[in-house]
């Protein structure tokens, strides 16, 4: 049963920093796709940062040079740093991993909200 975890969300002002977590389990991360999600109130969910299967990790626009994404196969986590944050990050986020190469696994979410 795989289960994933986030964690690490909060309420912070312009301009702040927040670093959220995703802990996996039941699920081995070893070259599989990962990365965040984000969905605002009547938004479609978008990806935020992923790492791809070869290692390489993209971002969306909006975030590059302010989030970075970064795992520890070790923990089985997976980080999401958020630096310089706008009010237009406010969403929830949710980490995802995949299952042949597709997003198939999801987290409950952890909510941002930036003022």
């Known amino acids: 049963h795989v289960q994933l975890v986030e964690s690490g969300g909060d309420s912070v002002q312009a301009g702040g920093s927040l670093r959220l977590s995703c802990a996996a389990s039941g699920y081995t991360f070893g070259r599989s796709c990962m990365g965040w999600f984000r969905q605002a109130p009547g938004k479609e969910r978008e990806e935020v940062a992923l790492i791809h299967s070869d290692g390489t990790i993209t971002y969306a626009y909006s975030v590059k040079d302010r989030f970075a994404i970064s795992k520890d196969n070790d923990k089985n986590t997976l980080y999401l740093q958020m630096n310089s944050l706008k009010p237009e990050d406010t969403a929830m986020y949710y980490c995802?991993?995949?299952?042949?190469?597709?997003?198939?696994?999801w987290g409950q979410g952890t909510q941002v909200t930036v003022s």
């Open positions: 995802a991993a995949c299952w042949y190469g597709a997003y198939r696994y």
